[in-house]
């Protein structure tokens, strides 16, 4: 499967199995977990061009990455060619292997602010953003759109050749329009379109919460690559069925959820200060602690972790737990 993936960093990008940016999600640990489950390529979560050029903290913690991640593109959001221009220019000492430019979010805020996925409503913003990254790095540039702000304001036939003549190597589809947030199913059909109408590779994401949704997914809309988000919170192994194409090697044994959460908090303590780890820490173990009994109470726990000896018993239970599911 997927024997059309070179060795050759961008085309594990366009032509591989993708972990889509998540903000407040994907961080650099988890990326890594992702990698070495079978990801062939990782985005960093979304980082302000704005905050960028102005130097922000914030902005540049988000930058942080492992060599293990790459090939990893850095995802920048905003609305102003110019903050893009500056922030291309930055990244691209970084050992980036791509730029990704937000055309997708749909949160209001970010969308009031004339970014994200409000930018499928401006085009000539848009296009002036693509050629302000292509102008200021050699790396690729990549764009991540929706199918269209909503059923009445669908992408142009004519966007993936737009953004493509200005400099654009890729482009990822969320299937679905800003209208319809994250909910409903995700149109395969509006996806197959825009592969049809794109010169350039087209990366499919949107609700592969299984092996055969995303095998699904890419044979439905003959997409080159695959983009998975929130199937993989909580199961990166979805990562290493789909690369062996045994659904049953996407359902890990109790031992091996222990340990890659222990790999996992091992890796965040190395960037993250003690004071925040065990905050940032409960959102990724509470993708963890769900679909089987005992999960709910067991959540209870998770969020009030705040010490190792706290993770270690909550550990110690989900490993029974898990162990019983398995057995009944
Ligand atoms: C919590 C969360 C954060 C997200 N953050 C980003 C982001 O920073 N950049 C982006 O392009 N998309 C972001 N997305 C959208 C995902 O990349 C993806 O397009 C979407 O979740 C659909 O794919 P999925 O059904 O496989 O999750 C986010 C989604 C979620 C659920």
């Given at each position: 499967m997927f024997a059309f993936m070179e060795n050759n960093a961008f085309r594990e990008y366009t032509h591989g199995l993708v972990l889509a940016p998540m903000a407040g999600s994907t961080d650099s640990a988890f990326r890594r977990i992702c990698r070495r489950m079978g990801a062939t390529a990782v985005v960093t979560e979304m980082v302000a061009a704005a905050g960028l050029s102005r130097k922000s903290v914030k902005s540049h913690k988000l930058l942080r990455f492992h060599p293990e991640e790459k090939p990893i593109g850095v995802q920048l959001f905003g609305k102003r060619p110019g903050d893009f221009e500056r922030a291309a220019e930055l990244v691209s000492g970084m050992d980036f292997d791509f730029i990704d430019i937000n055309a997708g979010c749909p949160v209001k805020k970010v969308v009031n602010s004339g970014s994200g996925s409000a930018l499928l409503r401006n085009i000539p913003a848009l296009t002036a953003i693509v050629r302000a990254v292509s102008s200021q790095t050699s790396l690729p540039g990549t764009v991540k759109i929706r199918i269209g702000w909503s059923p009445a304001e669908p992408v142009l036939d004519s966007l993936p050749a737009i953004l493509a003549d200005e400099g654009a190597a890729a482009i990822a589809v969320h299937g679905r329009y800003r209208s319809d947030m994250f909910a409903g199913e995700v149109r395969k059909r509006e996806i197959e379109k825009i592969v049809r109408n794109s010169p350039v590779p087209v990366i499919a994401n949107g609700d592969s919460r299984s092996v055969s949704d995303?095998?699904?997914?890419?044979?439905?809309?003959?997409?080159?690559?695959?983009?998975?988000?929130?199937?993989?919170?909580?199961?990166?192994?979805?990562?290493?069925?789909?690369?062996?194409?045994?659904?049953?090697?996407?359902?890990?044994?109790?031992?091996?959820?222990?340990?890659?959460?222990?790999?996992?908090?091992?890796?965040?303590?190395?960037?993250?200060?003690?004071?925040?780890?065990?905050?940032?820490?409960?959102?990724?173990?509470?993708?963890?602690?769900?679909?089987?009994?005992?999960?709910a109470a067991l959540r209870g726990k998770a969020v009030g972790v705040d010490s190792r000896e706290d993770l270690s018993d909550i550990l110690s239970e989900l490993e029974e737990l898990l162990k019983t599911e398995r057995h009944t």
């Open positions: 995303a095998l699904d997914l890419i044979d439905s809309t003959g997409a080159a690559g695959l983009m998975i988000g929130r199937g993989s919170l909580g199961n990166p192994w979805i990562f290493r069925g789909l690369l062996s194409g045994k659904p049953e090697d996407a359902s890990p044994l109790p031992e091996e959820v222990v340990s890659v959460i222990w790999q996992q908090y091992k890796w965040m303590s190395e960037y993250i200060p003690e004071s925040h780890l065990y905050h940032v820490l409960r959102g990724q173990l509470l993708n963890y602690i769900r679909g089987f009994r005992g999960a």
